[in-house]
């Protein structure tokens, strides 16, 4: 049986365990500040289904996130509010990816029944100051024990303009191709984490309570980009996923690739290649785009934007340019829970 008193300021024998609650009174004991947009809806948490209401001008956008303990996450590396905040920023992050803007949320939690209810409150707080932060509504959701580990699915709805959704196939020839802040860095923080290094601070909290990436998807989207993906399986994943949905042929520039300088000293102690992170590491949840170079000194203009390559005609395929002029073709083998090994 796992251990959870250690993340709440109860003494072992003084929790309060979810069988003890129940189901009822504990989607009761967290309703509150649950809406942050009340001009959205119509009936929240309380009956049935949620009723929200939605501007005849906009398309919607849906996207839905699980995390599961011991695969997505561990209390050995991450504190009950990370696991909250951590999923948030999953599921904004696809929102983003479109350009668009988070509206409601609805949410569910498997969790075993010997499970203190202060981490569940902790993982509802992290939820619910990101939902905060981004205006977002929880309509509601489920709660159900489980004699598994403990599991958290959300479900994001968002809007975008009508027709205006950024697409992973829009892709041209000609594009140049760009990227926000660094990547590789929650693989860095997870890394430091594991082999449980001093130091290495910024990307600790990268991996602990990363931020999707929403002003600036919106940003990007107004100014005309073609395509768009967000990083949670890797650069070289995602930009497979651009390349295979466009059918064109990304060429990127390895010394181009923004890398932190603690991703540079954490492969240099476990003598890893930096960029490897970047390309394999998944979950900094940045967005990866191409848009038309007439976009260039714009683009340039924005704060947290760096070109690495161009789209050019061939096949579906990703190529890197290493320093020495080297070309790897860069395979879409970023995290994949099916992949055998």
């Known amino acids: 049986m796992l251990q959870y008193n250690m993340y709440t300021n ?13 189901e009822f009174n504990f989607i009761r004991h967290i309703q509150d500040n649950t809406i942050h947009d009340p001009s959205t809806v119509i009936t929240g948490i309380g009956d049935d289904c949620a009723v929200y209401s939605a501007k005849e001008e906009t398309d919607q956008l849906i996207s839905t996130d699980t995390m599961v303990e011991g695969v997505h996450f561990s209390f050995h590396y991450m504190k009950p509010y990370d696991v909250g905040y951590r999923l948030m920023t999953a599921n904004l992050s696809d929102i983003a ?47 159900v024990c489980t004699e598994g580990p403990m599991v958290w699915t959300v479900t994001i709805i968002g809007d975008v303009p009508k027709g205006t959704a950024i697409m992973r196939s829009g892709a041209q020839v000609g594009d140049i191709v760009g990227i926000t802040n660094y990547v590789g860095y929650a693989a860095t923080g997870l890394g430091a984490l594991s082999y449980n290094l001093d130091g290495y601070h910024m990307t ?40 295979s949905a466009s059918n064109v042929s990304i060429v990127i520039e390895e010394k181009a690739i923004p890398l932190h300088e603690e991703t540079y000293e954490l492969a240099k102690y476990l003598q890893t290649n930096p960029v490897d992170y970047a390309l394999y590491g998944g979950e900094d949840f940045q967005l990866v785009f191409t848009a038309p170079k007439s976009l260039l000194s714009k683009l340039e203009n924005l704060a947290g934007i760096t070109i690495i390559g161009e789209v050019v005609s061939g096949p579906a395929q990703v190529q890197m340019v290493t320093p020495d002029k080297t070309i790897k073709t860069i395979e879409a083998k970023g995290y994949n829970h099916f992949h055998e090994s």
Request: hydrophobic letters at 35%.
């Open 97 to 143: 990816a479109m350009g668009g803007t988070p509206r409601q949320i609805v949410l569910s939690v498997a969790a075993p029944e010997y499970v203190d209810t202060a981490i569940l409150d902790e993982v509802y707080r992290g939820i619910k100051d990101q939902c905060a932060k981004y205006h977002l509504n929880i309509l509601g959701g489920d709660t």
């Open 204 to 243: 600790k909290v990268g991996h602990q309570r990363p931020d999707p990436q929403i002003e600036l998807g919106q940003q990007l989207r107004q100014l005309g980009i073609h395509s768009m993906n967000d990083i949670s399986d890797g650069l070289g994943s995602e930009l497979n996923e651009i390349a």
């Open 10 to 22: 109860r003494k072992p024998g003084d929790e309060m365990q979810l069988k003890d609650v129940g």
